[in-house]
Nanobody, 116 residues
Framework: QVQLVESGGGLVQAGGSLRLSCVAA????????MAWYRQAPGTQREWVAF???????HYAGSVKDRFTISRDNTQNTVYLQMSSLKTEDTAVYYC??????????WGQGTQVTVSS
């Protein structure tokens, strides 16, 4: 059974926008705070934003005011609307519950490449 499926990545110019989607299995999604993470080549995976089950959100400083996380509890889906993209946003983006460990279950991620 597929647990996490991310989609929506692509190649975009700096200043552009993308919307990422993630469909999660119920046991990962239901009632839990969900998050987006990203990993650039040669770096550790880092947390980007999270949304709790009630819709409350929090963002890393590097993406605050540019990214918007949301969720659809009826579809077990988390979204990440990314605007004013910068080259340093280039990474593979993953979703998971907030606090997921490296050794836990992860999806394949979706590649976001921002060109200058």
């Amino acid at each position: 059974q597929v647990q996490l499926v991310e989609s929506g990545g692509g190649l975009v110019q700096a200043g552009g926008s993308l919307r990422l989607s993630c469909v999660a299995a119920s046991d990962i999604f239901s009632g839990r705070t969900m998050a987006w993470y990203r990993q650039a080549p040669g770096t550790q995976r880092e947390w980007v934003a999270f949304v709790n089950s009630g819709g409350g959100t929090h963002y890393a400083g590097s993406v605050k005011d540019r990214f918007t996380i949301s969720r659809d509890n009826t579809q077990n889906t988390v979204y990440l609307q990314m605007s004013s993209l910068k080259t340093e946003d280039t990474a593979v983006y993953y979703c998971n519950h907030y606090g997921a460990t490296t050794s836990g279950t992860w999806g394949q991620g979706t590649q976001v490449t921002v060109s200058s």
